[in-house]
């Protein structure tokens, strides 16, 4: 790169030289910067995965009123595991759609969910597909919990951008807000 070309243009920036040429992370994310290290201005950095989850405890909270709810109402008939489904998924897609990326949980840890391609907001599909992934296990009796488990924890195993399944279907990535 030249002296003379404008700054925001060229190869993509390591501001901390953890990953040489960017190994694997798009161009508009910085790397996560080391410990006690504060992210550059202007870049967004993954979230993490502790962030993720008190979000995740959160949005758990916000639920578990509709949860007991219908619990009560189905009388622990199988009709329950598919109302909790949907109503999972519907949160998880209404609040992504309307709320700019956010549910309840991410808006309180300042994290959002964005286009893993350009960094901007997902299509509506993407959105709905991500909540589909995420909330859908929970209508199979029992064994959904354990599916949503380890979608949830598959962000600590991937590497370099931290995606749940969930994110994977979706081709979406949570960030930290500035």
């Not at 910085?30 to 405890?57: E, I, K």
């Not at 969910?113 to 199979?140: C, K």
């Amino acid at each position: 790169m030249s002296s003379n070309t404008p700054p925001g243009y060229g190869p993509p920036q390591d501001p901390y030289g953890q990953y040489p040429q960017g190994a694997g992370l798009p161009g508009w994310l910085a790397p996560t910067p080391p410990p006690g290290a504060q992210p550059v201005p202007g870049t967004r950095v993954l979230a993490a995965p502790v962030d993720r989850f008190l979000a995740r405890l959160i949005d758990t909270a916000v639920l578990l009123i509709p949860f007991v709810v219908l619990a009560i109402a189905t009388a622990g008939s199988a009709l329950y595991y598919v109302l909790a489904g949907i109503v999972m998924v519907g949160y998880e897609g209404a609040m992504l759609l309307t709320q700019h990326g956010q549910t309840v949980g991410k808006k309180a840890m300042r994290l959002r969910v964005v286009s893993a391609a350009h960094g901007g907001r997902p299509t509506d599909n993407e959105l709905w597909a991500r909540a589909g992934v995420y909330g859908g296990p929970m209508v199979i009796p029992f064994v959904g919990g354990l599916i949503s488990l380890v979608n949830c924890l598959s962000l600590l195993w991937d590497k370099p951008l931290q995606q749940c399944f969930h994110d994977k279907a979706a081709k979406t990535l949570v960030v930290k807000e500035a």
